[in-house]
T-cell receptor, first 113, second 110 residues
Framework: EAQVTQNPRYLITVTGKKLTVTCSQNMNHEYMSWYRQDPGLGLRQIYYSMNVEVTDKGDVPEGYKVSRKEKRNFPLILESPSPNQTSLYFC????????????FGQGTRLTVV | SQELEQSPQSLIVQEGKNLTINCTSSKTLYGLYWYKQKYGEGLIFLMMLQKGGEEKSHEKITAKLDEKKQQSSLHITASQPSHAGIYLCGADPTGNQFYFGTGTSLTVIP
């Protein structure tokens, strides 16, 4: 089954404790991206990757890191999480190019206390 | 960047009623996507529209893109509780970044 898998689904952590949210897709998509969703602000792109070893900043990259060592994986790293990073995070993947459907993971609800 | 404005922000309808959600773009759309999100869950792809005047339907949901390609509407006929959720329009003008509208929250009362 074609899917984007994120882990964990839920995470509560403390300020400053490094964490990684994993994202994996099994569709051989070149393009992967991370979003955060906040009430009243909608979905905002954090980082995206056009292919292996190619990453770029989205609209809200501050406080986040990503890597793309393999085509299927695109982890989101928070080196020193802060309470303002409490949010619902989504990973997405699709074939490269415009007008291709994006597939989304089920989301990771992160709370930073 | 591409700005997408959705209206209304929220909608409460009685089961069986028709409804329309609008998505207006600040720039010409070269591809407009509609997604549905159940509360707190991932996004489910509904439809993609590319050509001016294009209309697509899936079950009781119809989406249209106007001739000028700056506005799209999503119409649900005879709404059911299963239609409840957040509807998001999205656009990807460059192939690099997907932009989303702020969403329309739909509640269907049985």
């Amino acid at each position: 089954e074609a899917q984007v898998t994120q882990n964990p689904r839920y995470l509560i952590t403390v300020t400053g404790k490094k964490l990684t949210v994993t994202c994996s897709q099994n569709m051989n998509h070149e393009y992967m991206s991370w979003y955060r969703q906040d009430p009243g602000l909608g979905l905002r792109q954090i980082y995206y990757s056009m292919n292996v070893e190619v990453t770029d900043k989205g609209d809200v990259p501050e406080g986040y890191k990503v890597s793309r060592k393999e085509k299927r994986n695109f982890p989101l790293i928070l080196e020193s999480p802060s309470p303002n990073q409490t949010s619902l995070y989504f990973c997405a993947s699709r074939y490269r190019g415009s007008n291709t459907e994006a597939f989304f993971g089920q989301g990771t609800r992160l709370t930073v206390v | 960047s591409q700005e997408l404005e959705q209206s209304p922000q929220s909608l409460i309808v009685q089961e069986g009623k028709n409804l329309t959600i609008n998505c207006t773009s600040s720039k010409t759309l070269y591809g407009l996507y509609w997604y549905k999100q159940k509360y707190g869950e991932g996004l489910i792809f509904l439809m993609m529209l590319q050509k001016g005047g294009e209309e697509k339907s899936h079950e009781k949901i119809t989406a249209k893109l106007d001739e000028k390609k700056q506005q799209s509407s999503l119409h649900i006929t005879a709404s059911q509780p299963s239609h409840a959720g957040i509807y998001l329009c999205g656009a990807d003008p460059t192939g690099n970044q997907f932009y989303f509208g702020t969403g329309t929250s739909l509640t269907v009362i049985p």
